[in-house]
């Protein structure tokens, strides 16, 4: 069975700086994807980026990158000069590349940015 | 992009009674969906796979004859929580899958208070 860890519970940041989330997979599938959402207060689900299981390429999209590194199993996401808006809980999450595409999310870190 | 709508976004019943939320890909059509349970501060946790035209696949722990899951077309999935009681308060968000690209796509929540 598939497992996501984000170890960290809980960061707070000021303003302006970086900081990363962590996630780690357990899978034996050896085609899968990893997806990063964030959840704002409102509940919905915003999704930031799906990384298939053979492209270990990091990725930079504005103030967020990825890096994924298959050896560790690990999916991290960094902001860049965090701002207020980026408040909320993020998800990383796990998906079998099959028919059916079951997504197994991770417990969640909530970042708070305090101006 | 795709979406996914749910309706409705928020509802209040009295325990006993039986609710239903609509889930409904807008712009693709979707073999598959999902429907997922949050409960506060919690992760997202899968309860059911639904498949157009065939019965719904229940994860474990998972009561089926509660949770109802009815997916009649290519765009419309719902989940009727039966004799509601206030434990099953909770949010709940589907996904739908595209029968095309197998992308998912999640819609905005439905938040179930049961008094």
Known sequence: AQKVTQAQTEISVVEKEDVTLDCVYETRDTTYYLFWYKQPPSGELVFLIRRNSFDEQNEISGRYSWNFQKSTSSFNFTITASQVVDSAVYFCAFSNSGGYQKVTFGTGTKLQVIP | ?115
């Open chain 2, 1 to 115: 992009g795709a979406v996914v709508s749910q309706h409705p976004s928020w509802v209040i019943c009295k325990s006993g009674t039986s609710v239903k939320i609509e889930c409904r890909s807008l712009d693709f059509q979707a073999t598959t969906m999902f429907w997922y349970r949050q409960f506060p501060k919690q992760s997202l946790m899968l309860m059911a796979t639904s498949n157009e035209g065939s019965k719904a696949t229940y994860e474990q722990g998972v009561e089926k004859d509660k949770f109802l899951i009815n997916h009649a077309s290519l765009t419309l999935s719902t989940l009727t929580v039966t004799s509601a009681h206030p434990e099953d308060s909770s949010f709940y968000i589907c996904s739908a899958q595209d029968r095309g690209s197998y992308e998912q796509y999640f819609g905005p929540g439905t938040r179930l208070t049961v008094t």
